[in-house]
């Protein structure tokens, strides 16, 4: 199996894709919601699962299974980690909040989230949103293709790393398009390193998601976090840097009580592998 040259094709597909939409809504300017920089800013995000679809492709022409680690999307009882996992990484954000509260954070408050719940049209505008741009256009990429490739030769320690480290240098764009989370918590600031740093700990989550359930559950938990810090507008540098800390915590833990090897029969899934 081309492990490396489909890791190596998909990292380039992904990052060309991104990059060139995203710097086209740089030079464009103006808001990611407003017409026409809101065109390459969407497109933008969806570079991970356009590489996860060209390695799919190129699978399937040459006859190849799917890699060794892939995860089955449609089982039961698999499946029942979703509504676990729905739970779980809200909550790792929530706690976080709540701790960085006590040590001196601000508190908790849903008054932004509610205005930007009104913003975008209501609650399911808002959901919709959440679920497609991040999670929806992402995970098939760095979990269902990525992953797999990177976890038979590093494990799922070292494949979460390096997924954190790539993922955290393909956000760098968005610190430059006016009107985005990245763009007001600003780049060079404790704001934006910690963003940044938070990145590996997600990619470190999501990839154990994965594992429990395929896709579906790293969307799962990937749209958890992320509709979590937007509803609690979560930006105090305390604030990141305990949620930070309580997800390591988590995922370390999560780690720690799971099998280290997990394979699965070569099937057809949901994502593009």
Do not use: C
């Not at 190596?8 to 920089?37: C, K, Q």
């Not at 680690?69 to 676990?84: C, D, E, Q, Y």
């Not at 976080?96 to 408050?109: F, Q, R, V, Y």
């Not at 559950?217 to 509709?227: D, E, R």
């Amino acid at each position: 199996m081309n492990t490396r040259k489909d890791l190596v094709i998909f990292f380039t597909v992904a990052f060309t894709t991104t990059y060139a939409f995203w710097l086209s809504a740089i030079a464009l300017g103006g808001a990611p919601t407003s017409f026409p920089t809101a065109v390459p800013f969407l497109l933008g995000g969806f570079g991970p699962v356009i590489g996860a679809i060209v390695i799919r492709v190129l699978r399937a022409r040459r006859g190849e299974p799917v890699p060794a680690h892939s995860v089955r999307t449609w089982s039961g009882a698999r499946l029942l980690w979703v509504p676990l996992l729905l739970v779980l990484a809200p909550a790792t954000v929530v706690g976080g909040a709540l701790l960085a509260n006590l040590l001196g954070g601000p508190e908790l408050s849903l008054a932004e989230g509610q205005k930007l719940i009104a913003s975008v049209g209501g609650l399911v505008p808002f959901l919709l949103s959440m679920i497609v741009t991040g999670p929806l256009a992402e995970e098939p990429g760095w979990r269902g293709t990525a992953h797999p490739r990177l976890r038979a030769s590093l494990g799922r320690v070292g494949s979460g790393l390096v997924l954190g480290v790539a993922w955290a240098i393909w956000h760098l764009p968005l610190f430059f398009i006016s009107g985005t989370v990245q763009n007001e918590l600003g780049l060079f600031s404790w704001s934006g390193l910690l963003f940044s740093l938070s990145v590996v700990p997600m990619a470190l989550l999501t990839g154990w998601a994965y594992e429990r359930a395929g896709v579906i559950a790293a969307i799962a938990t990937h749209f958890g976090v992320n509709a979590t810090m937007a509803l609690l507008t979560v930006s105090s540098p305390v604030t990141q840097a305990v949620v930070l800390v309580v997800q390591m915590i988590v995922v370390t833990v999560l780690l720690a009580a799971t099998p280290r090897t997990r394979t699965v029969e070569p099937v057809l899934t949901l994502s593009p592998r």
